[in-house]
């Protein structure tokens, strides 16, 4: 994400049209004048890194089961 250096506005890219839109100045102008915008890293707080890594949508278990239900249902039709 990109942060706007007027309004810290993120962004993929800063586009001309946020530019014009939003500060009346163009892109190249803007650059000139304020600098380059900042990349920045979108951060995740450990507790939502820690629920991310736990929570499993599907187990092996739960893929198992539904294999054999599968099979189950092939062998009588």
Not at 5 to 27: D, F
Not at 33 to 45: E, F, L, N, Q, W
Not at 53 to 69: G, N, P, Y
């Amino acid at each position: 994400m990109f942060q706007c250096p007027i309004c810290g506005e993120l962004m993929e890219i800063l586009t001309n049209n946020h530019c014009q839109n939003k500060h009346a100045i163009s892109k190249k102008d803007l650059i000139e004048k304020y600098g380059a915008p900042k990349y920045v890293s979108p951060t995740m707080s450990r507790e939502v890194q820690n629920w991310i890594r736990e929570s499993t949508i599907i187990t092996r278990v739960d893929f198992d089961i539904a294999q054999a239900a599968a099979r189950s249902q092939l062998r009588r039709g």
